[in-house]
């Protein structure tokens, strides 16, 4: 895809579409039920941790825990739309189908992240607007939502699509989910300040990127951040860099995808 002219702009159009049919067609599923699993984390937190009473950097506990729910729901749905998509299509054997267009493995590669981009973008934008009923989320910095929005949801596209094609079974897909997922966004900060930990529990939530995800976000609504703000907008882009070339070499060698 270096040259844009010769890129195949109808099966890449035609991919994605796909990708997006994919989530759109079950929408109570993909979209409704990440919604009211967010809603009931909200709850459950804000009544266990004492809710407004209790504050965090001067800032009601639900008003910090808002974004933080709100970001989790973007990464999560992005990371299951490409997993699910290609782990279902190696399992059913149709993945052959995926590969034999002329599509370049950038191409695809991009399809796949922009199918997991699409679904955490409308899962996050629906969970945001419900929360906003029970919050009322105020925005800070736009352009901090927006771009931590679409990192996010990108890492976790790209990380589905990487566990994917390393998977052969989906329970290989529960472990990454319940071994590296789970345990990397719960120690991110998304529940608790990272200020309120231990020097050595704080210099460690520093090498743990789902941090910089929500610390970005969470800044744009509330206008509050534990680290650097220019530093987690280096990481995020780095991280995607680095996770796409290793996706798209993936592809390319056709590793667990060709027989």
Known sequence: MNDPAAANWIGLWTLYRREVRRFSKVYTQTIMAPIV??????????????????????????????????????????????????????????IVDTLMPPLTPHELVFGFTMGGISRGIVVGTAVAVMMHLFVGLKIHAPEFIVFHAIMASMMLALL?????????????????TNFVITP????????????????????????????????????????????????????????????????????????????
Do not use: C
């Open 37 to 94: 699993t967010t809603l009931l984390f909200l709850s459950v937190f804000s009544l266990a941790l004492g809710g407004s009473a209790r504050s965090v950097a001067g800032i009601p506990f639900p008003e910090f825990l808002a974004p933080g729910l709100v970001i989790m729901a973007i990464a999560q749905n992005a990371f299951a739309n490409t997993s699910s998509s290609i782990m279902t299509a190696k399992v059913q054997g149709n």
């Open 160 to 176: 589905g699509t990487i566990g994917a094609i390393w998977a052969v079974k989906f329970d290989h897909m529960s472990a990454i």
């Open 184 to 259: 990397l966004s719960f120690l991110s900060g998304t529940f608790y300040s990272i200020q309120r930990l231990p020097e050595a529990a704080q210099i460690a939530a520093h090498f743990n990127p789902f941090f910089y995800m929500i610390d970005g976000f969470r800044y744009g609504f509330i206008g509050h951040a534990d680290g650097n703000l220019m530093a987690g907008l280096a990481v995020m882009a780095g991280i995607n860099a680095t996770l796409w070339m290793i996706t798209t070499r993936l592809v390319a060698s056709g590793y667990k995808l060709k027989a």
